[in-house]
């Protein structure tokens, strides 16, 4: 079974809410919706992806991710690890930049929102933190 490893930002603004951003209606788990982030690249650190990502879906440059946790879970066809970090303070102006839906929401309505089963056990633990 394929195995990928991710890198994924919460971001959190001044109103204590996240930011999620809509998969496409094109990708794998089309319309549902996630943590901004991405795959690794080969002989890429972790922080060295999550900026790279973030800069590259919401057109910002983060400061000072604080590493929050990792999870590993496994899908029909493929194995994920998400090391997730918590993201309070950016430059720019978030934009979905790859054209995408982005939403910023409160902890509890994250447990309405159709959020990939991935990233669902983080929503207990970010309710500790926010």
């Given at each position: 079974m ?5 890198a994924?930002?919460?971001?959190i ?17 089309p319309?549902?919706?996630e ?24 057109n910002i ?5 604080e ?30 930049n ?33």
């Amino acid at each position: 079974m394929r195995s990928i490893e991710v890198a994924a930002g919460i971001l959190i603004d001044e109103k204590k809410r996240v930011l999620l951003s809509q998969r496409s209606h094109l990708k794998i788990f089309p319309l549902q919706w996630e943590f901004p982030g991405g795959k690794l690249k080969e002989n890429e650190s972790i922080e060295f992806a999550l900026i790279r990502e973030l800069k590259e879906e919401l057109n910002i440059e983060i400061c000072d991710p604080e590493f929050f946790m990792q999870l590993k879970y496994s899908y029909e066809t493929f194995k994920v690890k998400i090391h997730f970090y918590l993201v309070y303070s950016w430059s720019g102006l978030v934009i979905g930049n790859e054209s995408q839906i982005i939403q910023w929401c409160s902890t509890d309505q994250l447990e309405k929102i159709d959020l990939l089963e991935a990233d669902a056990p983080v929503i207990k633990e970010l309710k500790g933190v926010i």
